[in-house]
């Protein structure tokens, strides 16, 4: 089968360490350009803007949106209004009714539009989601603690609106919960703290139930040095279940699981090949709309500022 030409807008730290990587590694896709302000891919011809990359360059499938969350919206539109399939990096866009536009924009002009969430690409994550199929949590407790000065030097877009604060690392979280629990959680209630000097939050403290009555706690947090957490416990009748390293790592009962191999990028750009080849979109919001509920129900507390 022919590869799928594809290209990439919006190119940075993400695309380097992760999106190059796993496009060259799948025969399924050739990328044969990038659009981006300043940065560019060596031996991929370059564009300034999706715009012009759309009118200049015809030859192309599918194009990976992967510029901050703020700007994509119309990124998005262009390249599905010239008929091209679009991965949006998490999280898909700064608000809901952005993707809802988008989902239909991609109905109409019967391309694929896949909102990625790559942490749902762990390899515990299926293991867990069966897991839990057989035996229904009672109380889950995430731990999600990094350090932003380590993890996102000089990104000001991810403290301005929509840019999401510790969000943009917890969102990892919530996509992880909302695919492995049987049951759809609701936020009951939510603190977010905000430096004073700061439009998006560093911590948040998050309280979901379900109608079966489970206990969901997330702790998110990005003043963590050191060791970093990235961790969800989970407590069934009968079974303890210990998710480390962003799902990367799985004990059951204190017993270290094995687990698959595949990378959570070659597995995105895998599905994205299924996708397009099936005729089909993946666009589930279920974690940015656990996110917007938090910025709606929860207490804004204000903190020390972020220097
Ligand atoms: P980044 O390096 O700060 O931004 C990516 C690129 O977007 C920049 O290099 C820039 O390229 C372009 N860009 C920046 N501002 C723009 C604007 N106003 N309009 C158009 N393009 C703009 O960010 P990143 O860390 O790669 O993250 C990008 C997305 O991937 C985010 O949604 C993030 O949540 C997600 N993500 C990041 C990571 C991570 O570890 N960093 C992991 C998973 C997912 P030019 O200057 O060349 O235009």
Redesign the pocket.
Known sequence: MKPLKIAIA??????Y?QHLPAIRGNQDFELVATA????TVDGVPAFKGIQEMLSSQRDIDAVSL????Q?RYEAARLAIRAGKSVFL???PGATLSEIESLKKLAAEYAVTLFASW?SRHAPAVQVVKSHLNEHPPRRVKVIWREDVRH?HPD?E?IWQPGGLGVF?PGINALSIVTEILPEEIFLRTAALEFPSNRQAPIGAQLSFTDATGTDVHADFDWRQTGEQTWDILIDTDSTHLHLKKGGHELWIDAVRRDLPLEGEYPSLYRHFADLIRGRSSDVDVAPLRHVADAFMLGQHVVTDPFI
Do not use: F, L, T
Request: charged share 25%; net charge neutral; proline share 12%.
């Open positions: 919006g190119v940075g730290k993400i695309v360490d981006s302000r300043n940065h992967c510029m901050p969350p700007y990096e998490k999280p790559h993890w990104q877009w943009d």
